[in-house]
């Protein structure tokens, strides 16, 4: 064992937790009792409201992981009121940080409460009680010394399931050992998990890949996927959600795979995309020939683009062969595709 926690190499997308906000403080019931106020009639403070609770995307979190040893989230109820005319304080309100691209459900009506997409976004998803009135707001010229105040308010239970979908310009598709994480192990600083056999990657990673000129984009690699992944074969059905985010799909293809066709492995993941969402299948699409350092592999790729009928790009993710023509290909199509948010901006618009 090399002593590292089970927990750090875990990737968590999807939890679901309990959220409580505090209840309210309840009234005070006092009376003025001083010397030389004959007079001093009632002076019972307000409870203090409860807090409420918040769910806030923050980009220092990638994971759902420091979510899923806590289920029950309480913000802080109010005090109570005193006498002197003192009111309780407020309960703080509770502010639970996710990654960005964090779905909100009610768990109990299945009801998508907000996306937070971008950095900063939050909702609250429960209010806090508010705080009960002392006995000071019941003083009236036929009842001047109320001895009624009001209980505090009770706050609200929540039960909510949050659903992790990463953000990334770019998603990496393929067959299990297409050569998705070697390629991003060489473009960018992420290191997933690379060895010569399929299912290496167990979750999605995703790395910022920086070209000349001050010029940078987030790639996602996304765990291999099989045929009937859609339908939960394989690990597909659990990350597909994460490539629905991206501007750009790169479908790496190993052009010389040990078994099999590389024409009929491209095909698979095409109707796996297609399955699982039309959105997803009609997604740009750069086409990528990897592994093209192996014997025949020049012949395998030029038979290849003749049967997809596509643009192909060749590459050897390994000695690096076609990664600048790759990058600058990419480049170009992030700029004449736009952004989720301003694709819904101009859905927005046209509504209108």
């Avoid at 109320?146 to 990463?166: F, V």
């Avoid at 000129?213 to 339908?231: K, N, Q, W």
């Avoid at 009928?309 to 590459?315: C, E, F, L, Q, T």
Wanted: glycine share 14%; hydrophobic share 35%; with cysteine.
């Amino acid at each position: 064992m090399d002593g590292s926690p089970v927990l750090k190499a875990m990737f968590v997308d999807e939890v679901e937790i309990v959220a409580t906000s505090g209840d309210g403080g309840r009234g005070c019931v006092a009376f003025r009792r001083e010397k030389h106020v004959p007079h001093g009639g009632p002076n019972g403070g307000d409870g203090g409201d409860g807090g409420s609770v918040f769910l806030v995307a923050d980009d220092s979190f990638n994971t759902l992981q420091h979510l899923a040893g806590r289920h029950h989230w309480a913000a802080e109820r109010g005090e109570h009121g005193l006498g002197k005319g003192c009111h309780g304080k407020r309960g703080a309100d509770l502010k639970i940080l996710v990654p960005p691209g964090t779905l909100i459900y009610d768990a109990d009506t299945g009801m998508l409460l907000r996306d937070l997409a971008d950095q900063g976004q939050e909702i609250c998803i429960a209010h806090g009680g508010k705080g009960g009135l002392g006995n000071t707001h019941f003083k009236s010229a036929t009842n001047q010394a109320p001895r009624e105040a009001e209980p505090g308010g009770p706050g609200r239970t929540r039960r909510l399931r949050l659903e992790l979908k990463l953000i990334a310009d770019v998603g990496l598709v393929g067959l299990p050992n297409a050569g998705k994480s070697t390629l991003l192990s060489r473009l960018s600083a992420a290191r997933p998990k690379v060895a010569a056999y399929p299912f290496t990657t167990l979750y999605p990673c995703l790395g910022i890949v920086e070209l000349p000129g001050h010029r940078r984009f987030v790639m996602a690699d996304i765990p291999g996927l099989i045929e009937g992944a859609h339908g939960g074969a394989g690990l597909g059905d659990e990350f597909l959600r994460h490539v629905e985010r991206t501007r750009l799909l790169v479908h790496m293809v190993d052009i010389c795979p040990p078994t099999g066709d590389p024409v009929e492995n491209y095909r698979v993941i095409r109707n796996e995309l297609a399955q699982y969402s039309a959105l997803l299948a009609e997604k740009p699409e750069i086409v990528v020939a990897n592994k093209m350092d192996l014997t025949d592999s020049a012949q395998h790729a030029k038979d290849f683009t003749s049967a997809v009928g596509a643009d192909v790009i060749a590459i050897s993710a390994v000695t690096g062969k076609g990664l600048e023509a790759l990058t600058e290909r990419i480049w170009q199509h992030l700029q004449d595709t736009p952004s989720n948010a301003k694709a819904a901006q101009g859905r927005r618009s046209k509504k209108k």
